[in-house]
């Protein structure tokens, strides 16, 4: 049973490589394959320009592929395949960003590996489905990888500059707050002095006595003792453990050193 199992395992990658191969035919070198022809020549010119440009800087291969059809296979599979292939074929390096539309189920998925998965963080992949897939559900494949491609680039920058993007780090969050933070504070401010202000009205008749004997004006005391009040207790500060979850952020690599980002458009 299992003999059977790795046979059409086997015999599957062969045919998906097969037809990969016809796809990228005279394409060595190339970071666009568009086998499913949705783009111009013009377009397919520019963003292999883009790439080669964004691998030249900052040193990651940043792909895009079309395919007609997932052929039976997640996309997230046929992805990991086709990059066995760039690799066996076209002299892929490790550090990668793939991005591949099927468009006959109108499925993607982001693969990252090696650096990529330091650059594209699980949030930095979900940031940048959300920037292209509203093009494509238009079917705007230019707007759509156009917005793949500066995403790239800007999270490619952040990396290299030793902070990659993930939750938290919009580099516009907090000059978007800026204005509303210093609001807050001028607002607290305002009202902690019309307070303070209130009290002192109410205390202006109190003055500090000079002679003890007024404050004791009504206390008879009857009977003197000892009470026990309070004792001196030492406690020392246990700080809480750092959470090395990964639930803040970064990235979740499979077995095989991918990491993913699928959907539908």
């Not at 296979?73 to 002299?91: F, I, P």
């Amino acid at each position: 049973m299992m003999t059977k199992k790795i046979i059409s395992i086997v015999i599957a990658v062969i045919l998906v490589l097969g037809i990969s191969t016809a796809a990228f035919a005279n394409t060595s070198g190339r970071y666009v394959f568009d086998d499913a022809s949705i783009l111009s020549y013009h377009e397919n010119a520019e963003f292999e320009g883009r790439a080669n440009i964004l691998y030249q800087t900052w040193g990651c291969e940043v792909y895009i592929i079309t395919f007609e059809s997932l052929m039976g296979y997640e996309a997230w599979e046929l992805n990991e395949l086709l990059y066995y292939e760039l690799v066996s074929e076209y002299g892929a390096g490790e550090d990668v960003i793939m991005l591949l539309l099927a468009m006959e189920e109108r499925q993607y998925d982001i693969l990252a590996h090696g650096y990529g998965n330091t650059v594209f963080t699980d949030y930095g992949k979900d940031v940048m489905a959300e920037r292209f897939l509203d093009n494509f559900a238009a079917d705007d494949w230019y707007g759509g990888f156009s917005d793949y491609l500066d995403t790239c680039e800007e999270f490619l920058k952040m990396a290299a500059y030793g902070e990659p993007f993930d939750i938290g780090s919009e580099g516009d969050s907090f000059g978007s707050n800026v204005i509303g933070v210093i609001i807050a504070v001028l607002v607290s401010c305002v009202i902690a002095l019309l307070v303070c202000l209130a009290f002192r009205a109410q205390m202006k008749t109190a003055r500090l006595a000079t002679e003890a004997h007024k404050y004791a004006k009504n206390l008879v005391l009857k009977n003197q003792y000892d009470r026990f009040s309070h004792r001196d207790i030492k406690r020392v500060y246990n700080p809480p453990q750092e959470n090395n979850s990964g639930s803040s952020g970064g990235t979740t690599v499979n077995s095989g050193g991918f990491s993913h980002k699928s959907g539908g458009f």
